[in-house]
């Protein structure tokens, strides 16, 4: 009898595992993302050519910017790229320029080109976490100590950037903590700007003719829905003018590394 009983288990538990194939259709589209080389080479200030080996992409970067700015002052780009503070930095109250100054570095991502939603969320880290367009890096929401950005803010240069202090371990290291509005202006505010080291996609702050705010977000700081680089959806971050700016509670998916 008791065979019996076990024989029944043994095939209610195969009918079950059969049938939940189907039911995870719905999972499958969000996590069968792979992203087209075609995409991340609109990083167009890289060191070396984008590639894609055994599922990561491979980015590299000296993380200088491509547009001006004050904190080029006595470098040895300041005769082309310095240009001081312009006042139109609408986040700056009374700038003051901080004392570093821009340095190349060789910073290397390596990032999922199938990103997939975590199971456990991965905080991010103080340094980069993400590369623009411009091959500039993206840090989180957070100062030096984890206190939040409003001091920093008065340092942000007329794009929206300013550098990491120190001399080593990414002394000198530009970045942006909020829309970069060199990339904006150019390449538009509602397109693809960037990604984060867990390989989801970074649009600008205005979808459909309205800036977005955090609320409008989960508390990722994104949403999935389709995009005109990914018509059959995607989730992505969006920046947006209020904190955190790029990214909540963590990354959305898995992390991929940045090294230097
Ligand atoms: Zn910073
Ligand atoms: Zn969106």
Request: charge should be negative.
């Amino acid at each position: 009898m008791k065979n019996y009983n076990l024989l029944f288990l043994f095939v209610v538990l195969l009918f079950y595992s059969c049938s939940s194939d189907e039911d995870s259709d719905e999972i499958l589209v969000e996590n069968n993302i792979e992203i087209p080389l075609s995409i991340y080479q609109k990083i167009y200030k890289t060191t070396s050519e984008i590639y894609i080996e055994d599922g990561f992409v491979y980015i590299n970067t000296d993380g200088v910017p491509d547009h001006k700015s004050p904190y080029f002052l006595d470098t040895e780009w300041e005769n082309e790229m310095y240009e001081a503070y312009d006042g139109t930095n609408p986040f700056v109250t009374s700038f003051n320029l901080n004392p570093n100054r821009i340095s190349a570095g060789n910073i290397r991502f390596k990032i999922p080109v199938s990103p997939k939603k975590a199971q456990i969320i991965t905080e991010t880290s103080m340094g980069p976490i993400g590369v623009s367009l411009n091959g500039v890096t993206f840090y989180n929401q957070y100062a030096g100590g984890g206190a939040p950005l409003s001091n920093e803010i008065n340092s942000f240069d007329q794009y929206n950037g300013h550098p990491a202090p120190g001399r080593n371990g990414g002394g000198g290291r530009y970045h942006y903590h909020m829309e970069p509005f060199w990339l904006t202006k150019n390449h538009g505010k509602n397109t693809l700007i960037g990604f984060l080291l867990d390989g989801f996609p970074i649009y600008g702050p205005v979808e459909n003719g309205q800036e977005l705010k955090s609320a409008d977000l989960d508390d990722h700081h994104g949403h999935s829905h389709s995009t005109s680089d990914f018509p059959d959806g995607i989730y992505h971050y969006h920046l947006t003018p209020d904190a955190p700016y790029l990214n909540g509670i963590g990354y959305y998916g898995v992390p991929g590394t940045v090294s230097e």
